[in-house]
């Protein structure tokens, strides 16, 4: 898998590092195990899907370009599905929280998550359209769930300096990387044609 994403573009180490060191088979059904490692997104159940390994690794490759000490570096993930971009994330940031709006999504994710030991990972069940209120901003945000717009509450609890990752758009959708300047100023650029389910507020 990883020979294939360093061909798709994929360039960092640490993230393709991170990306051999997490077994994918652990977070897709048991009938789908013999398929896990292909580049294809796959059903979770609920509507959800686990991301293709290419879409993870390129989202945490653009998170990873903007923090200089990632050991150190708060992440906060946005829609925890199954619980796999999470425990790559967790591969190479000093603290992530990950947040699902579903709640058998994110008992899933805490189940295949728990024979990894991952102390430095923080599951969250609620709504993640609002973030995670109440926390110190994160040195970097990265959603796996397409809205119209970035949602406020987002670009909020993010640090000056620092960027999100997240796809964009209603029908046709764009992978975006949106910069917030040491004055808290957002600038976007549009990296490639993504497709992402869509972000939902509320809890279910």
């Known amino acids: ?53 290419y879409i993870v690794a390129r989202c945490v490759e653009l998170l990873l370009e903007a923090i200089a ?6 992440v906060l993930e946005i829609g925890t599905g199954c619980g796999y971009a999470a425990a790559v994330l967790a591969q190479l940031f000093g603290t992530v929280v990950t947040v699902e709006r579903l709640r058998p999504l994110h008992e899933l994710a805490r189940a295949n998550l728990r024979p990894l030991r991952l102390p430095n990972l923080r599951l969250v069940f ?13 040195d970097g945000i990265v959603a796996a769930a397409a809205g119209a717009e970035l949602p406020p509450a987002w670009l909020a609890q993010l640090r000056n300096e620092r960027r999100l990752v997240a796809p964009l758009g209603v029908g046709a959708q764009r992978l975006v990387v949106a910069h917030k300047d040491a004055a808290g100023r957002i600038s976007q650029r549009t990296v490639e044609a993504v497709r992402f389910v869509p972000l939902k507020p509320g809890t279910g």
């Open 1 to 53: 898998m990883t020979e294939r994403l360093r061909q798709q573009g994929i360039r960092e180490p640490r993230v393709l590092q991170a990306m051999a060191t997490v077994p994918r088979h652990l977070f897709v059904d048991a009938a789908l195990a013999s398929r896990a490692y292909e580049d294809s997104a796959m059903p979770i159940g609920h509507g959800q899907t686990i991301s293709r390994p």
């Open 69 to 74: 000490q990632p050991q150190s570096a708060s």
């Open 126 to 138: 609620g709504d993640g359209s609002l973030g995670i209120p109440g926390q110190p901003p994160f």
